[in-house]
């Protein structure tokens, strides 16, 4: 009787997340369609969907609802997570443009240092000894490059599993905690930026029409917020 119990139990629990996987299929495409958004076109979006499914069928098998959190949210930080991790795995960026983005921090790191305010444009590309046209295609190659980092940065870590080992958790707050502060510190249009893109879900021709610029000079203030939480976050890079 034991035996017909526990399977009963194992089967109505696995009838109940194949029942979450069918209601939230659409949120994996919501979520892939709004990252695509974001990425070179040479990024397939069926990849992304693929992964996201997987981060669903691991959500539905984990969730409890003792968590505090709704299983759309908690379903959403998976599968975003598993998209986050498939882009890392195809390393789509190619490595000049993560060496390009580390000179970029390292320069505003220094001057930022030794003038005791925030770095100019100008200033940076000096430092690297390029043109100013040159530095703000590097912002523009940054904003694409590190946009899921920050997304992972801020958000993995919302809703951790069971299993989440407590140092670990309390590393993860630490982290969120310098992210939030370098946020609030950033310049004006980099933060309304920030928020506008994060938060809003804003995307670049609405963030434009929001400032008044144009969509290639919003990727180019967000490419240098990006580039600013580098050089200002250096000591949580590994």
């Not at 009787?1 to 629990?13: E, K, P």
């Not at 958004?37 to 992964?51: K, W």
């Not at 443009?97 to 505003?108: D, I, K, L, S």
Request: hydrophobic share 40%.
């Amino acid at each position: 009787m034991r035996q017909v119990g526990a399977y009963s139990a194992v089967a109505a629990n696995r009838r109940e997340a194949d029942a979450l996987v069918a209601r939230h299929a659409e949120l994996v495409k919501r979520i892939a369609y709004h990252l695509a958004g974001r990425l070179p076109p040479s990024v397939e979006v069926d990849d992304l969907i693929q992964a996201g499914m997987i981060g669903l069928l691991e959500a539905a098998a984990h969730y409890s609802s003792d968590r505090g959190a709704s299983f759309e949210t908690y379903a959403g930080i998976r599968i975003r997570g598993a998209m986050i991790d498939a882009l890392r795995k195809l390393d789509w960026a190619p490595r000049s443009v993560h060496r390009r983005a580390r000179e970029a921090a390292a320069a505003m790191r220094t001057i930022e240092e030794r003038e005791g305010r925030e770095a100019r444009d100008a200033e940076v590309a000096e430092a690297m000894g390029v043109p100013l046209d040159e530095y703000n295609r590097i912002l523009q190659d940054a904003a694409v490059c590190q946009v899921t980092s920050l997304d992972d940065s801020v958000g993995a870590t919302d809703v951790p599993d069971q299993s989440t080992d407590p140092g670990e958790e309390t590393e993860h707050g630490a982290l969120r905690t310098a992210m939030a502060t370098a946020i609030a510190n950033l310049p004006e249009r980099e933060r309304l930026v920030m928020s506008l893109y994060y938060d809003e879900e804003l995307n670049l021709k609405e963030i434009g029409a929001v400032l008044g610029v144009s969509e290639s000079r919003v990727c180019q203030i967000h490419g240098q917020a990006l580039v600013r939480l580098r050089a200002r976050m250096r000591e949580w890079r590994t």
